[in-house]
């Protein structure tokens, strides 16, 4: 017996009076609305209804059985039709983790216009550089700079390419010397993003040559916010994403090196954990960052 298909065609036929409208409203057969009936009965070893070939009537035990069951299937209909109406229109909370200073220099501003756009979401947005399991800590999505996305059973969106250029400011370049080819890189001070893949060593390519640079240097940090502000302190050169230095670099308080070798390059990625029933809520985030990074739609398995 599927005993809630049994206890829909019970409901129904007390409240339509007989098996044979039963029938029609379901679109089952008689012969499959009497099964389900007599395996309900049997179940609860207790007789729902007194039938005759006139009349059907409700047993004393049915009349309690129907009053309880009422109020529980009116409420799982009631849940079905939330989740059908959350399905289709944003609401809810939206819980997002994202390194902090991509979101601060490309995103946070923007925030205000999605929450303006949808009012019944609620977005609790937790900024940290560091990969964050979001299955285990219940995030609904997450951004994820990288240059190589791990295998797990997560769905990517590609967002943005994040270029990157070394760079460093004019008073240190004056002082030191400006390096001609990245091998020149281990007499230079490099400061390290630590929580980059490639923070120990740089990769450089130019045409069909490619050069692995060892790096160490006095100052390593998890924040590129920090690696930027040693920049244009001059304590140093690094390895940076162009977007986070681009004003200096217009500016002129900083300037790129080796541009005839192009660098380590990432990926801005977000990731949530399942293609199938997306909640509405985040396929809403999801449609904004692409209209605030400017960007088409490309979805992949990671």
């Known amino acids: 017996m599927e005993r809630l298909t049994a206890l829909n065609v019970f409901r129904h036929a007390v409240e339509l009076g007989s098996f044979a409208a039963t029938s029609r409203h379901l679109g089952l057969s008689p012969a499959a609305v009497s099964k389900n009936i007599g395996e309900l009965e049997t179940h609860l070893a207790t007789r729902l209804f007194n039938r005759t070939t006139r009349r059907m009537s409700l047993t004393e035990a049915g009349t309690l059985y129907y009053d309880r069951i009422i109020r529980v299937l009116d409420e799982l209909e009631e849940a079905d039709d939330l989740l059908r109406t959350t399905q289709e229109t944003p609401r809810g909370l939206l819980r997002v983790s994202a390194p902090m200073t991509v979101t ?8 205000p216009k999605f929450l303006n756009r949808y009012p019944e979401v609620s977005l609790e947005l937790q900024l940290d550089d560091r990969r964050v399991d979001i299955v285990e800590q219940g995030f609904d999505l997450a951004l994820r700079g990288s240059d190589k996305l791990e295998d797990s059973s997560l769905i990517a969106k590609k967002l943005m390419g994040l270029r990157h250029v070394v760079c460093g400011a004019p008073t240190y370049f004056t002082q030191y010397g400006v390096p001609i080819s990245p091998e020149d890189l281990v007499n230079h001070a490099c400061i390290q993003f630590t929580l980059s893949s490639h923070s120990n060593e740089w990769t450089f390519e130019s045409g069909e040559r490619t050069v692995n640079v060892p790096i160490h ?5 998890n924040s590129s916010l920090a690696v930027r502000d040693a920049l244009r302190a001059g304590f140093g050169l690094s390895l940076i994403p ?5 004003e ?7 300037q790129t090196v080796l541009d005839d070798w192009s660098p380590n390059e990432a990926t801005l990625y977000a990731v949530y954990p399942s293609k199938r029933y997306v ?3 985040v396929r809403a985030f999801l449609d904004f960052l692409v209209e605030e990074l400017n960007l088409d739609e490309n979805e992949e398995f990671l």
Do not use: A, N
């Open 248 to 254: 200096d670099l217009e500016e002129g308080c900083l």
């Open 104 to 111: 601060l220099i490309c995103l946070s501003t923007s925030i």
């Open 279 to 281: 909640p509405s809520k």
């Open 217 to 221: 240097g006095r100052y390593q940090v």
């Open 242 to 246: 162009w977007i986070y230095v681009r």
